[in-house]
């Protein structure tokens, strides 16, 4: 190898990482374009194309369309040496059109370097030059349709440019509209996404928020003309949307050493990039498998989308918390001593050259190099940390609750192999307490409901709605505290033989839950229907119906606004919020009973004074406030004015707002007289 032309070995080596095919190094030097490149003075290019024969070398640019290739400059005549090919010569790389390399390489490489050191009208034609190879190289399709190549737009910004292009450029007046239509919220996507760099990890909830918002009225763009925003193209947004919530959170923990930096401060800078990513993800999921799944116009027809950026650095950075978590709970029940013997300072050195916050195929594996290293070193410290565990657990083994409590305090370290393994009897003890737990959860359900079947329903039908709003939230609570508990079980006793009887008891035990939960509903639904069929006192306000009904017979007024129906609109409204599905002409008389709410409650109240003034007034009260009972009386029994009431009684519907309005207000006058 001492007799290796260096010059050779850099070329082939810089040819061979982009060819598409194995290079051999005997063929490669012995061709003769590249001798005379390397010792010609005067040869200052040279051209490596790649076909699917092999390498093609020339000592001019090839014309090879959109084939990739590979192009070596010498910045001045000479002869290559190994002292001057650094400096000597330079190496560009062609890949896919060369329109689209020439503008790459203006716009992200030699513009910047140059931008403040030309004369300005200089700078302003390189401007002009760059905007021009930007408008070829994004150049949208003369249809205005969906179908472009969305590869080369890489930001929000990049895809409002595509859309102000075609809005402005397009000769198709349904185009131009339709790009201002989806324009009028990529704009306010573009400005919330530009704001977040000014904007604190623990600060940025509001502009998620936004810009989910603005995503959804893209996707509900009312379009004259054309189709709406496809769905391909909104994925395709939401992953530009996503690298760029990736990029601003890596941008964000920069500015910390994640492994030197005290714990707290660690703690809170990646609890909020985490809970970040979780926003993203939700935002996500309900946008594509909840609302536009829904959305009848256009329905998201294809798998819910998830950022795989998102989701591997949300993954790196649990990872990284549980690193720190489990090194805090460490050092804290080490004493000093303990701690320098086992040199726990000096614990992170294996993540120093690694770039944590970069979660990909390329630096996995110096991940997992550098997260087994620690780990192999803090196995003595974990052996020390068991005996102290074991110990802390066994004083306070017969007090269930505080012995949880005390586990989840220490779950990180708990869940560690070498530790797991040490607390076996520890963690059996947990699990026979939790089932116990379970076990009366159980009891306590099944006392409970016994006094909530069906029987009881039937003999207070019409007047316990409420309480089974009470039941749902208490079967709800229950379900959550079975969860909750098999969740925690889940994660520290996983691997004992006792755990899966606990798990299909939680599991059974949830399953009965809801299934009573469920048939009180439909019991629920079936009595309310049961009373909107009755004849003789229908649950329904009708329309045409009486507004109320004065009897000559006793006297009394009765108001057709039942204390039930306002008892069913509660019932409506807190059981649609519980997330039940309540049928449609059950939301249809609610609907009809909100809608005049105001005047039943105010008609029921005058109704309780009328029927009950005969008791409110003292015997000689009444000569002196006979004139307003009669004018009180009359407003009753003629709701319009100038009419008389004739026969047994007088009646008034609800069909006619205005008039009902009126008559209202009347009553309330004659009532406030009297």
Not at 89 to 112: E, K
Not at 333 to 338: A, H, I, R
Request: proline fraction near 3%.
């Amino acid at each position: 190898m001492s007799s290796e032309d260096e010059r050779h070995r850099f070329i082939f080596d810089s040819v061979s990482k982009i060819s598409p095919s194995d290079l051999h190094w005997e063929e490669f030097t012995l061709l003769p374009e590249l001798g005379k490149f390397c010792d010609d003075a005067a040869t200052q290019i040279l051209s490596c194309g790649f076909t699917k024969q092999g390498v093609t070398l020339q000592h001019q640019v090839m014309d090879q369309g959109d084939a990739n290739q590979i192009v070596f400059v010498k910045n001045k005549p000479c002869v290559l040496t190994g002292e001057n090919i650094g400096s000597a010569l330079s190496m560009t790389s062609v890949t896919d059109a060369p329109t689209l390399a020439l503008y790459h390489a203006i716009n992200n490489i030699y513009f910047p370097l140059v931008r403040n050191s030309l004369d300005p009208k200089l700078q302003k034609v390189l401007t002009q030059l760059t905007s021009a190879l930007g408008n070829v190289v994004k150049k949208q399709p003369a249809s205005g349709t969906q179908d472009g190549d969305l590869d080369d737009i890489q930001s929000v910004d990049e895809e409002v440019e595509s859309w102000e292009r075609l809005s402005s450029r397009s000769s198709k007046l349904r185009d131009r509209e339709r790009a201002q239509a989806f324009l009028e919220f990529l704009k306010p996507i573009k400005n919330e996404m530009t704001s977040l760099e000014s904007t604190p990890l623990n600060k940025c909830h509001e502009v998620a928020e936004k810009v989910q918002d603005y995503l959804d009225d893209l996707w509900k763009a009312v379009v004259d003309s054309g189709s709406p925003y496809g769905e391909t193209r909104m994925r395709h947004l939401l992953t530009v949307l996503g690298n760029s919530w990736t990029r601003y959170i890596q941008n964000e923990l920069s500015s910390v050493s994640i492994w030197t930096d005290a714990y707290h401060t660690i703690r809170d800078a990646l609890g909020s990039a985490v809970t970040v990513c979780d926003k993203f993800h939700a935002s996500s999921d309900m946008l594509t498998n909840q609302f536009w799944k829904r959305y009848a116009p256009q329905p998201w027809v294809g798998e819910k989308f998830v950022s795989r950026s998102v989701q591997d650095l949300s993954s790196r950075l649990e990872e990284i918390l549980n690193v720190r978590v489990v090194h805090e709970q460490l050092t804290r029940l080490l004493s000093d001593n303990e701690q320098r013997d086992l040199s726990t300072a000096t614990a992170f050195k294996p993540f120093v050259n690694v770039n944590a916050l970069y979660n990909n195929p390329y630096t996995l594996p110096k991940w997992r190099s550098a997260v087994a290293q620690y780990e192999r070193a803090m196995v003595p410290a974990e052996k020390k940390i068991s005996g102290k565990l074991k110990k802390h657990f066994h004083e306070i083994g017969g007090q269930p609750h505080q012995l949880l409590r005390e586990f989840q305090r220490y779950r990180e370290l708990v869940m560690r192999p070498s530790v797991r393994g040490e607390l076996v009897a520890e963690r059996e003890t947990l699990l026979a307490q939790l089932l116990t737990y379970v076990k009366g959860l159980k009891d306590e359900f099944t006392k409970r409901t016994s006094g909530y079947g069906r029987e009881r329903s039937a003999q207070e039908s019409g007047k316990n709605l409420s309480e089974l709003v009470n039941i749902v939230v208490w079967v709800r609570q229950l379900i959550a505290r079975v969860t909750d508990t098999n969740v925690t079980a889940t994660n520290l006793l996983g691997d004992l033989q006792g755990y899966k009887s606990f798990s299909t008891e939680c599991a059974s035990l949830k399953q009965e839950m809801n299934a009573y939960m469920t048939e009180q509903v439909e019991m629920w639904v079936n009595e309310i229907e049961g009373l909107m069929e009755d004849q003789d006192n229908p649950l329904a306000l009708q329309m045409g119906g009486k507004l109320m009904d004065l009897s000559h017979s006793d006297g009394k007024l009765r108001v057709f606004y039942s204390e039930r129906l306002v008892s069913l609109l509660r019932e409506v409204r807190q059981l649609t919020a519980l997330g039940f599905v309540i049928p449609a002409k059950i939301q249809k008389v609610a609907a009809t009973a909100q809608k005049f709410y105001r005047h039943g409650v105010v008609l029921k109240q005058v109704e309780n004074f009328y029927n009950s003034i005969d008791e409110q007034m003292l015997e000689c009260q009444k000569m002196m406030m006979l004139e307003s009972a009669l004018a009180f009386e009359e407003t009753i029994r003629n709701p319009k004015p100038g009419t008389t009431g004739t026969g047994k009684s007088v009646s008034v519907t609800w069909d006619n707002p205005s008039q009902l309005e009126s008559y209202i207000t009347r009553l309330q006058s004659a009532a406030d007289r009297l």
